[in-house]
């Protein structure tokens, strides 16, 4: 598994973004993609099974970077008989059908892309960086590429926006694209430097398992698609996975996505690959099992620690007092009750 990460810039200017605090923008040379391609090589089994995953920054404003890679991946993957899945996740504004059908051409066959609310809130929240509104031109974007390739609209939640949910699920039906999506609703988590506004706006964990199953039921209702279960093949952090690696763009090698902002998190680099690393070592030998509450918590088989990156790092980023636990801790019950709305309402 690999993130790759071709720029840390953006044409967005979040209010809430963790990116805001990097004033990195560059921008992943050839060179750089040429060693990705490399690795891809010597790391991919024949027979085996790649997958690549397009992060920001914002990854369209290097689309022609993530089709020269994904054009030589086509040939590794020919060669090795080698199986692939691969996604993007971006805000959509210049997800438009031209590069959707390129990217699919390439095999990259999902966009995952983030909303936050209905337009007058979105817009305030995820406007370009000129300050132009962005909401119209995404629904556009995915009304226009939700037959060339699988969306899954991630719904940002906050205590201001919560109640629009259905608004906006209106929309879906109104603009008739329900039914080739998918939807994922998330929590917005405020930072260290985010302002009061921000911050007061934000849900705990715990206040977000009481808000999510009666979303997730309205979801339900409207015979939108939506996986609101954990599965045994699912973390709930990609680096607690020994085969995953994020390569930042100047090629630096990291655990999390988390960290790409700061060099002196990463564990290599993709031309000087090192299979020993200080950086690499703290990040494998953590251990859920060292924290008391989370060896006695009966969802410690699914969640399997929670957010890595708070067990491993200590800096501030995140709010001192971030929650890394899992909402499942708290409503996994009335999700297994909604699993099985779900499969009546899907006959």
């Given amino acids: 598994m690999i993130t790759i990460v071709p720029t840390l810039d953006c044409n967005f200017k979040c209010i809430y973004c ?29 027979g085996g ?12 404003l290097a689309l022609k970077l993530i089709y ?3 054009d030589a991946v086509s040939d590794i993957l020919l060669r090795k008989n080698a199986s692939y899945f691969s996604m993007i996740v971006t805000n959509g504004y210049l997800l438009d059908k031209k590069a959707a059908l390129r990217l699919r051409s390439y095999g990259v066959e999902e966009a995952c892309i983030t909303i936050d609310g209905c337009a007058e809130s979105h817009d305030i929240r995820r406007p370009l960086k000129s300050g132009k509104e962005t909401f119209d031109t995404i629904i556009k974007n995915i009304i226009d590429i939700s037959d060339i390739m699988n969306v899954c609209i991630r719904y940002s939640v906050d205590r201001d926006n919560m109640e629009e949910f259905s608004k906006f699920l209106d929309i879906l039906e109104e603009t008739n694209i329900k039914e080739k999506i998918r939807i994922e609703i998330i929590r917005i988590e405020a930072y260290s430097y985010s302002d009061s506004i921000v911050k007061n706006r934000e849900l705990s964990t715990c206040e977000f398992s009481k808000v999510y199953p009666e979303l997730v039921k309205q979801v339900i209702e409207r015979k939108i698609k939506i996986d609101f279960l954990p599965t045994q093949n699912r973390t709930s952090c990609s680096a607690l996975l020994s085969n995953h690696v994020v390569i930042a763009p100047r090629g630096e090698l990291h655990k999390c996505i988390y960290t790409v902002w700061n060099s002196a998190e990463s564990f290599g680099r993709v031309d000087k690959f090192s299979k020993l690393n200080e950086n690499l070592v703290k990040w494998m030998n953590a251990s859920p099992t060292d924290n008391q509450d989370c060896k006695n918590c009966k969802v410690l088989p699914i969640c399997v620690g929670g957010c890595l990156r708070s067990m491993v790092i200590n800096d501030t980023v995140f709010n001192d007092s971030e929650d890394r636990c899992i909402q499942h801790k708290y409503n996994i019950e009335k999700l297994i009750k909604l699993k099985y709305i779900q499969s009546i309402f899907e006959k």
């Fill in 18 to 46: 963790y990116e805001s605090n990097c004033k990195d923008r560059y921008y992943m040379t050839r060179d750089t993609a040429e060693h990705i391609i490399k690795y891809i090589d010597t790391f991919t089994p024949n």
């Fill in 49 to 60: 099974m790649l997958r690549i995953t397009w992060f920001g920054g914002e990854p369209t």
């Fill in 68 to 70: 020269y890679i994904s």
